[in-house]
């Protein structure tokens, strides 16, 4: 199988990232098809992170740190930007075309014999885990897909079970409360496992203190940041683990967020190897993180920032840092597209505080369509609404409505931002 022929096969199988609907959610197809690959799974120790928001950030934190200690490191998160090449990486390094054709290969060519269709997510889960004992990682740093107990990543024996926080996410799934989408996170907390909980709210807490784990972390009670300060092009932060205060720690994302996420992370990694991390591991870690898509700039004149938020948590988030963070001088322009609420989400990223909005279908048979968010717009007070069929061309007329003080943010899911960075780039200063 080559690499075209690999991402047919994928597009034949892509059910919930068509219609958003998974008809009887389990593990036991992909339980089958690692069985008969030999469990890679269980090739290497596992950290495995859920939660609403910041996994992407919390996951790549992570794998910097582990690598900055001299662990070959195996990530796999997603979904990807651009390349679904993205979702697979060792030591921050993707996975080529060719490698990724012969994993999804093979499991393509198992399938069938064990009486199995897989899914688009599936496949790639198995793809990641066959080739990360292939080439025989020390420890795999899994994000789950959805949820957790009957995610696909879910047959990992996870060493560490970090949960970043919860949010009413995917309630058509879990159920209808926050206590639901909490208990569904807490499936992949293994007996073994240590459990880092950056959620805060004790009912919360509650549930995965009594998850099965063999010990738990909390935040606040057991880890914490004790001081977050904006600096150039990131964070200056001190951080209490466990065992260490880390002081002037310099972290290269923007959003003070990304705090938390980092005081997770270190926490989940201090708790792999059960000591202290050296602190030229912890600064040269943090200093190789970089999040494309995660509250980016693309270019300073004019401002151009991309962000991934696709839920309404992380669109507060977004509106937070971009309008506490970035002051700018000029106009404010937004450019979104997304699968979620529009009103909701238009509220949550202060849509009526822009000074015009570019409204897009985000590429995805999800998306809510621009004409539906155009009328959200006008129905929470914008002034301004354009709206647009895809994203591309709403990123290229916002680059050439923008002077050189103005300030565009594109956001509402990372649908959106992949499809807007290769644009945006090609514009940006």
Not at 67 to 96: C, D, M, W
Not at 150 to 175: L, P, R
């Amino acid at each position: 199988m080559n690499f075209q022929e690999a991402l047919a096969y994928l597009d034949e199988h892509m059910s919930y990232q068509k219609t958003g609907r998974i008809d009887s959610p389990s593990v036991e197809p992909i339980t089958a098809i690692c069985s008969a690959l030999g469990d890679p799974q269980l090739s290497a120790p596992v950290i495995h992170v859920t939660g609403t928001n910041g996994k992407g950030s919390t996951v790549q934190i992570i794998s910097r740190l582990l690598a900055a200690q001299g662990l070959t490191v195996g990530t796999y998160t997603s979904p990807h930007l651009e390349h679904v090449t993205e979702r697979f990486k060792r030591n921050g390094e993707p996975i080529t075309e060719e490698e990724l054709a012969e994993q999804i290969g093979a499991v393509a060519e198992i399938a069938p014999l064990v009486g199995q269709n897989p899914g688009y997510f599936e496949i790639l889960t198995a793809a990641a885990f066959r080739w990360f004992a292939d080439i025989a990682v020390d420890v795999m740093v899994i994000e789950v897909g959805l949820l957790g107990r009957w995610d696909a990543t879910n047959i990992v024996e996870s060493q560490v079970a970090v949960i970043t926080n919860i949010g009413m996410d995917h309630n058509e799934f879990a159920g209808p409360s926050i206590r639901d989408v909490a208990q569904e996170k807490s499936g992949i907390v293994k007996p073994g496992s240590a459990v880092i909980v950056g959620e805060t709210d004790p009912e919360l807490v509650d549930i995965f203190r009594h998850a099965g784990g063999a010990t738990t972390f909390v935040r606040d009670d057991d880890f914490a940041i004790l001081s977050n300060s904006l600096a150039v092009n990131g964070r200056l932060l001190d951080l209490r683990t466990p065992t260490t205060i880390y002081t002037d720690v310099f972290l290269p994302l923007n959003g003070a967020h990304q705090g938390d996420n980092a005081v997770l992370a270190l926490t989940a990694v201090e708790t792999f190897f059960a000591a202290p991390l050296p602190e030229d591991v912890v600064i040269e870690g943090f200093a190789e993180v970089s999040m494309p898509g995660r509250f980016e700039v693309l270019g300073r004149q004019p401002l151009v920032i991309v962000d991934g938020a696709h839920n309404s948590v992380g669109a507060d988030t977004c509106a937070s840092v971009f309008f506490g963070d970035f002051h700018p001088d000029g106009r404010r322009i937004l450019v979104v597209g997304t699968t979620r609420d529009a009103l909701e989400m238009l509220s949550a990223l202060r849509a009526d505080e822009f000074d015009i909005v570019f409204v897009a279908t985000a590429p995805t048979p999800r998306a809510i369509p621009a004409a539906d968010l155009a009328a959200a717009a006008a129905e929470l007070g914008c002034d301004h609404v354009v709206a647009f069929d895809d994203v591309e061309s709403a990123c290229r007329r916002a680059t050439e409505y923008a002077d050189g003080d103005d300030a565009i943010l594109v956001t509402g899911s990372l649908f959106t931002v992949g499809a807007a960075r290769s644009t945006l780039q090609r514009h940006a200063n």
